[in-house]
């Protein structure tokens, strides 16, 4: 099983700009979620999703859009990049049984705007 | 705000000194789980505390969940130099995880 996929690794955007980050996950989870990472703050949830056709927003939703068309798929949109939105951005999926492992993440995305 | 507070920031151990993060929220928590992150990797899933007053052990590593379901803490005995990196709490006080902001851990051979 590959786990959380996540691409592209690397990205530069310059301001206004928009882009999608990929997530995909093979282990037939019904949640995904998107969480952001940035020196101090830990990890803030962005967006996530309790199954195909449901999703809602977390803790820093502004600037983002995410859809849900596949229990496999749960990318995430910028709309119009701005420096703020320079950081690690991390997908992550479980299992909605409670007596479950937790979150399996994704390696992340490094996204730079210039 | 942030729901899952996480102390300390910063940690430097001596190895073979033990360690200790807690993790505390003003809700009641569902459950409480913890992650590690090595430098430049992404976080792990380490353990779940569901119970009031739960202790779990791995090897060195202790967890603990508060009686009223409010803070948790992990400790590491006698740290060793893989037990570098950021140790993370996650609590569910309602139907999603809040991440604490994590404390990092150096250890000095």
């Known amino acids: 099983n590959a786990g959380v996929t996540q691409t592209p690794k690397f990205q530069v955007l310059k301001t206004g700009q928009s882009m999608t980050l990929q997530c995909a996950q093979d282990?037939?989870?019904?949640?995904m979620s998107w969480y952001r990472q940035d020196p101090g703050m830990g990890l803030r949830l962005i967006h996530y999703s309790v199954g195909a056709g449901i999703t809602d927003q977390g803790e820093v939703p502004n600037g983002y859009n995410v859809s849900r068309s596949t229990t496999e798929d749960f990318p995430l949109r910028l709309l119009s990049a701005a420096p703020s939105q320079t950081s690690v951005y991390f997908c992550?999926?479980?299992?909605?049984?409670?007596?479950?492992?937790?979150?399996?993440f994704g390696s992340g995305t490094r996204l730079t705007v210039v | 705000g942030q729901q899952v507070m996480q102390i300390p920031q910063y940690q430097h151990v001596q190895e073979g000194e033990d360690f200790t993060t807690y993790c505390n929220s003003s809700t009641t928590l569902s459950n409480i789980q913890w992650y590690k992150q090595r430098p430049g990797g992404h976080p792990v899933f380490l353990i779940q505390l569901v119970k009031s007053g739960e202790v779990k052990k791995q090897k060195r590593l202790t967890f603990q969940f508060g009686e009223a379901k409010k803070n948790s803490s992990l400790h590491i005995t006698a740290t060793q130099t893989t037990d570098v990196g950021t140790y993370f709490c996650?609590?569910?006080?309602?139907?999603?995880?809040?991440f604490g902001t994590g404390t990092s851990l150096t250890v000095i051979p």
């Open positions: 282990m037939n989870h019904e949640y």
């Open positions: 996650a609590g569910l006080p309602g139907n999603q995880f809040y």
């Open positions: 992550a999926s479980r299992s909605s049984w409670t007596g479950s492992y937790g979150y399996t």
